[in-house]
């Protein structure tokens, strides 16, 4: 009985100091932090907590380390909470990610009709987006949400739109196929495609372009040039000649300035070109930088070239051009 009632009071004591360590133990902590209180959808925000005296933590019910770290992408309003808990006592602390939600993207299509064209016939691109405010055509220009736009391309080439919208972006595409053209005998022209009768009435017209020191800007005297080159370019017999456009400089600045400002000089030329609708796929652009100049100083004698000369955009007939006829001479007037 006695050893009985010994192991008794010692179970008490024993229970009696587990509700005395019980009430003396340290209360747990939790602290909880968010990369971003506010993101939009289709980002991500990282989750930072820490925690003492914990025996367990939970992170929105899910057991996790006493300290850690997780990335999450959330697609709408999220509150994440840490509890840590020691015993009966428990710690709590919560931060809340508002999610934007964007708009749907845009969608759209493009279609060329017809598919495949005979070099100096014209194809018709049309397309049509939804939830776009516009639609880009490299080399051609932006557009509206919908419509159309006639091209005539001298090789094959594949035409990408980009509607781009609140949402984001979207793209498709659309491939024009060019063959040659057969004449009378249903022969085609020469191999390289080109045309000597095209090729002089190019050289004849097409006149370069001249910038000012330092400038890529088109003055006015070259968008007097272009507008003329243009209505050669775009008149029947020539609408299908392919060219290059070379940019050049004078002899100042370095081999790579130079470069880069013959590319700004030639794609200038190419971008108003284009403005009167000649199509992109005609013309290749280099930059023959200062290789080509010839000048010695601004106030050089009317026999060496000035630098003023250097600084130009050249045009060089490819391949293409109709052979053109020569109408017969108006009857005489008898009267």
Do not use: H
């Not at 997780?70 to 840590?84: K, M």
């Not at 919560?94 to 017809?114: F, H, R, W």
């Not at 400089?249 to 700004?264: F, I, V, W």
């Amino acid at each position: 009985m006695k050893n009985v009632l010994k192991k008794l009071m010692i179970l008490g004591a024993v229970a009696v100091w587990a509700i005395i360590a019980s009430a003396c133990a340290k209360p747990p902590k939790a602290q909880l932090t968010v990369s971003k209180n506010q993101i939009r959808q289709g980002e991500s925000v990282s989750v930072e907590w820490k925690t003492q005296n914990a025996k367990e933590v939970l992170l929105n019910g899910k057991k996790v380390g006493t300290n850690g770290t997780e990335v999450y992408t959330p697609t709408e309003n999220t509150t994440y909470e840490i509890l840590g808990r020691a015993g009966k006592k428990e710690a709590k602390d919560s931060k809340s990610v508002q999610v934007e939600v964007l708009p749907a993207g845009p969608t759209i299509t493009l279609n060329a009709d017809p598919g495949a064209i005979s070099v100096g016939a014209q194809a018709t691109l049309r397309w049509s987006s939804q939830r776009a405010d516009r639609v880009e055509i490299p080399g051609l220009g932006s557009f509206g949400p919908s419509g159309e736009t006639k091209v005539s391309p001298t090789q094959s080439i594949t035409y990408t739109a980009t509607a781009k919208g609140p949402g984001g972006d979207a793209s498709a595409s659309a491939r024009v196929t060019v063959t040659a053209a057969t004449g009378p005998t249903g022969t085609t022209g020469p191999l390289d495609g080109r045309n000597v009768a095209a090729e002089e009435r190019f050289k004849a017209t097409v006149r370069s372009i001249f910038f000012d020191f330092d400038k890529s800007d088109l003055r006015d005297d070259a968008k007097a040039t272009l507008d003329r080159n243009a209505q050669f370019l775009t008149s029947t017999g020539n609408n299908s000649i392919s060219f290059r456009i070379e940019g050049n400089c004078d002899p100042r600045g370095s081999e790579e300035y130079n470069l880069a400002l013959g590319d700004k000089r030639a794609n200038a030329a190419k971008s108003y070109l284009v403005g009167k609708g000649v199509d992109p796929s005609r013309m290749d652009v280099i930059s023959n930088g200062k290789r080509n100049s010839r000048g010695t100083s601004e106030g050089s004698p009317s026999t060496i070239p000035s630098w003023a000369n250097d600084r130009r955009a050249d045009f060089i007939y490819v391949r293409g051009g109709d052979t053109l006829k020569t109408l017969p001479p108006a009857p005489a007037d008898n009267k």
